[in-house]
Structures are given as structure tokens and as C-alpha cells.
């Protein structure tokens, strides 16, 4: 999830604005997470998706 959907529940504003010291350290560690971690769900189901035929199609490929 990105973090400009978040809603701070310390100061009800959106943590992309960084009002608070705990709006920013959430921003901070959202920033810094791995690129993984700014896909959606579905995203995530896609990708593994088709990693999964592609092993598929290579192991058909190799028998």
C-alpha cells in the first residue's frame, strides 16, 4: 500500500503530508521498504501468476 492513501490515526490527516512525528517516521519506513512493496494485491497475484507458468512452460520444455 502507498502511503498517500494512509490516514494518520494520531492527527486524522493524510500521512503524505507529514503533520505529525508519527505521520513522518510512517512515511519514512513506507519510503523504505523494498519495490515489492508499493504493488497492490492484484499486482502481486499477476506477477506470481506468471512466474508460475513460466516455470511451467520450462519444465514442459525440458521433460
Known amino acids: 500500500m502507498t502511503y498517500d ?9 493524510p500521512v503524505s503530508e507529514g503533520r ?3 505521520c513522518r517516521a510512517n512515511r ?3 519510503q523504505q521498504d523494498g519495490f515489492l512493496a508499493g504493488l497492490n494485491p492484484m499486482a502481486l497475484i499477476a506477477l506470481l501468476a506468471v512466474l ?3 516455470v511451467a ?5 525440458t521433460a
Open 5 to 13: 492513501r494512509l490516514v494518520c490515526a494520531n492527527c486524522a490527516a
Open 28 to 30: 519514512e519506513r513506507l
Open 20 to 22: 505529525c512525528p508519527v
Open 57 to 61: 512452460l520450462l519444465a514442459h520444455q
Open 52 to 54: 508460475i507458468a513460466a
